[in-house]
């Protein structure tokens, strides 16, 4: 082990970490706007829409990641839409991503109890104030365990964008090591880094569901 390479290569080690982080992150947006509205859809009483997003959450479940990605970044330009590397790794991720957010979400939404929504219709609310006030907040304290493991997987699942060439961490270390040949020390950093990188987010997602827990 060459602790003193491992040192000299650091800072490129911690720029790729930097890029995986702002992908999760934006990451975490996109696949929870996903999953809410293909959520509300999937559970709607119009047919065509309950269709529609069965289609794409079988589709996006299924299909393997990595086909995706480079799906998202061979095939759009060849369609007319051109994409760089970021955008084609954050569209693919959100798709698949969105499509396991979106069966959270409506395995939430359908928890909660009927008496609840009953007891909204009792109080003559709204439909959009018994979604605002009543289910979704208590979807979302039942869902948040799965939202938050998932979310983790989409974190991990980032070192596949390195395929498409996007400059994340795991990207650095093959960089790296093309030019070095040090692998052992280079894939052990990167190993330590992802697990205080997604140590680190899953103790920031107990602390909301402890959170919610209380508030909710």
Not at 27 to 36: C, D, P, Q, Y
Not at 107 to 136: D, H
């Amino acid at each position: 082990m060459d602790f003193r390479f491992i040192w000299e290569h650091l800072p490129a080690l911690l720029e790729g970490a930097k890029n995986t982080l702002i992908v999760s992150l934006v990451l975490l947006v996109l696949v929870n706007i996903v999953g809410i509205a293909g959520a509300l859809a999937r559970t709607s009483r119009v047919k065509p829409l309950r269709w529609l997003m069965i289609a794409y959450v079988e589709i996006a479940r299924n299909v393997p990641e990595l086909v995706q990605i480079y799906f998202v970044f061979f095939v759009f330009p060849s369609l007319g839409w051109k994409l760089d590397t970021f955008a084609s790794g954050i569209v693919a991720m959100t798709f698949f991503g969105g499509g396991y957010f979106i069966e959270v979400y409506r395995s939430g939404l359908e928890a909660v109890p009927k008496t609840q929504l009953e007891a909204a219709a009792s109080l003559a609310l709204s439909g959009y104030q018994r979604l605002r006030y009543v289910v979704f907040p208590q979807a979302v304290r039942i869902c948040l365990p799965a939202l938050s493991g998932y979310f983790l997987y989409l974190v991990r699942a980032t070192s596949m964008l390195a395929a498409i060439g996007l400059a994340e961490l795991t990207f650095a270390s093959l960089d790296l090591i093309a030019q070095y040949f040090h692998a052992f020390e280079l894939f052990f950093s990167v190993a330590v880094i992802y697990l205080l990188l997604v140590w680190s987010l899953a103790y920031l997602l107990r602390r909301l569901e402890k959170k919610f827990a209380y508030d909710v």
